[in-house]
Every structure is written in C-alpha cells, then in structure tokens.
C-alpha cells in the first residue's frame, strides 16, 4: 500500500493542505486530524490540493462530507484544487461537484477567498 501524507502550508488566512498518496479508511484519521487542528486553530479557509493524490475511497470522501458544515457556519469553506482525472471521476459519481468549489490550481483557490 502507498504511503499517505498530509502537508500544510498557512497563507495568510488560507490554509493549504497537500494530500499524498491514497487517502483511505486507514489513512482517513490522519487527513481528519489535520482538519480538526485548522479548525481548532480558528482557520476555516481552506484549499485541499490534491495533485499528488493516487486514490481516495468512501472513506476520504467522508471526511470532506463530516467537516464541511461546522467550516461553512463559521464563515470558512473548503476549496479543492488540481485534481486528477481519476480521482475526480470519484467526486463527480457522488455530486461533489455540487457541493465544492474545485480550481485548476492552489493559487486559484486561495484568490477566490478574498473575493
């Protein structure tokens, strides 16, 4: 199995997490973690780069689903950017699409949370 990592990068008000690897029912608890720790922090603006993302499962996509409201009441939204072919094929099955914002890039992201 691949390994999987989540790096963050603060950018002004924006917090960018970088997703590695094949986010899965095992690896789910260390992307959640990551989540929990901006929102403890009070960072509710937040872009998930998925460029370097091989996989995600149910489970990975359960963890966009089981933070999204509590970000969104408190002013905050989670953008997505650079994602594959493959593994947008697996967001648009489930109408994400409807749900999130997904950018061509991180920077794209970022910009649309000062318009």
Same mark, same amino acid.
């Given at each position: ?6 790096a963050r990068?603060d950018?002004? &008000?924006v917090?960018v997490?970088q997703l590695?690897?094949? =986010?899965?029912?095992h690896?789910?608890? *260390?992307? *959640?973690?990551?989540?929990k720790?901006?929102?403890?922090e009070s $960072?509710?603006?937040?872009?998930v780069n998925?460029d $370097?993302?091989?996989? %995600? ?6 963890v966009?689903m089981? +933070? %999204? &409201?509590?970000? $969104?009441q408190n002013?905050g939204d %989670?953008?997505?950017?650079?994602v594959?072919?493959r593994?947008y094929?697996?967001?648009? =099955?489930?109408? +994400?699409p409807?749900?999130? *914002? +997904?950018y &061509?890039s991180?920077d794209?992201a970022i910009?649309k949370?000062?318009?």
């Open positions: 199995m691949a390994n999987f990592e989540v990068q950018n002004a &008000e917090s997490l590695t690897g094949y =986010l899965d029912a690896t789910a608890p *260390e992307f *959640e973690g990551a989540l720790k901006l929102m403890q $960072r509710f603006k937040i872009v998925l $370097r993302l091989q996989y %995600i499962s149910s489970a990975g996509l359960g966009f089981g +933070f %999204i &409201e509590e970000i $969104r002013s %989670i953008k997505i950017s650079q594959s072919q593994v094929k697996v967001f648009d =099955l489930l109408g +994400f409807s749900l999130y *914002e +997904f &061509e991180a794209e910009g949370f000062s318009l």
